[in-house]
């Protein structure tokens, strides 16, 4: 496993829609495992493929799993989630409004409204089919990083950003 550079708001790779995966090979396998140490040591909630300037339709995720978060997110803090081909299949009609930031575009947070929950197909790290269904932040997360395989940040879609404070960060998604 070796870290990988987050690519900066004016690289390419994120402006592009991303490649749809086809083999599930050591390659892909080694990119994964890649990408979980990247997230974990910088750290964020989310990393999407583009992120590190290669363009697959694969993210990864984890909720923070300190107490605060246990307590908020039960069973879903600390888990880690792979998705390959990820694609949001159902959306609920409710909004809401959350603060996020970004890997790729640090010092920056905005106010983005997404869909308060989300049921999110794709694949594991083998090829097999998986499902979630996903709410609150652990929605916005994913809806989040499958922006990124679309080639959209999320200073795309906010109704405003502004520089982060340090008190900023613990509430910013991703």
């Known amino acids: 496993m070796a870290l990988r550079e987050i690519v900066q708001a004016n690289h390419p790779a ?11 090979d050591p390659k892909l396998q080694t990119l994964i495992d890649d990408m979980i140490e990247t997230l974990l040591d910088a750290p964020g909630v989310g ?9 697959l339709r694969l993210i990864v995720v984890r909720l923070p799993d300190d107490e605060k978060s246990v307590e908020e997110f039960g069973a879903e803090a600390g888990k880690l989630y792979v998705f390959v081909n990820p694609e949001i299949i159902k959306a609920s009609k409710e909004m809401v409004e959350g603060v996020e930031g970004c890997l790729s575009i ?20 083998k090829g097999r089919p998986q499902r979630i269904k996903a709410s609150g932040w652990l929605a916005r997360v994913f809806q989040h ?8 940040l999320y200073i795309d879609i906010a109704s405003d950003v502004w520089e982060a404070r340090p008190e900023d960060q613990e509430t910013a998604a991703e």
């Open 14 to 24: 994120l402006r592009k829609k991303a490649h749809r995966v086809t083999s599930f």
């Open 106 to 125: 640090p010092g920056y947070i905005g106010m983005v409204e997404r869909h308060e929950k989300v049921t999110v197909t794709g694949q594991d790290r």
């Open 145 to 152: 990083e499958i922006d990124h395989l679309d080639g959209r």
């Open 47 to 55: 990393l999407a493929a583009p992120q590190v300037a290669v363009s």
